[in-house]
């Protein structure tokens, strides 16, 4: 491999991370419990489906950090991030990344 050539694998690796939904920064149990209920809002926040630009960037936030890294436009961000990372399945289940496994499995 050429030396010249590792900026732009690395810019492919992290494009495909932020194209699988992958995020950039370990969440904590309490970051990933807030998008739980942040995903269930914006389901219908505001008497529609992802209506509430606010309640998107605050999952894209969480999800992402800073709104230039977000994958997307807020209201995409959001619904990919609840969507894809299953906070829409089951709200008892807290969703862990592989960046962010427990030390502990919890029990059911």
């Keep these: 491999m050429r030396v010249e050539s590792l900026p732009t694998a690395s ?3 992290l494009s495909l991370l932020i194209c699988i939904g992958e995020p950039s920064h370990a969440l904590s149990p ?3 419990n807030s998008l739980r209920d942040l995903c269930r809002a914006g389901l219908n926040a505001n008497g529609g ?3 509430s630009d606010r309640i998107n960037s ?3 936030t969480l999800a992402y950090g800073p709104m230039a890294i977000w994958p997307d436009n807020a209201q995409s961000t959001a619904y990919k991030t609840c969507n894809r990372r299953g906070y829409l399945n089951n709200p008892s289940v807290i969703h862990q990344s ?3 496994q427990p030390s ?3 029990t059911p």
Aim: glycine letters at 0%; hydrophobic letters at 55%.
């Design 58 to 60: 605050a999952i894209a």
């Design 98 to 100: 592989p960046i962010n």
């Design 49 to 51: 489906i992802w209506s």
């Design 104 to 106: 502990v499995n919890p």
């Design 11 to 13: 810019a492919a690796v």
């Design 30 to 32: 309490d970051e990933e």
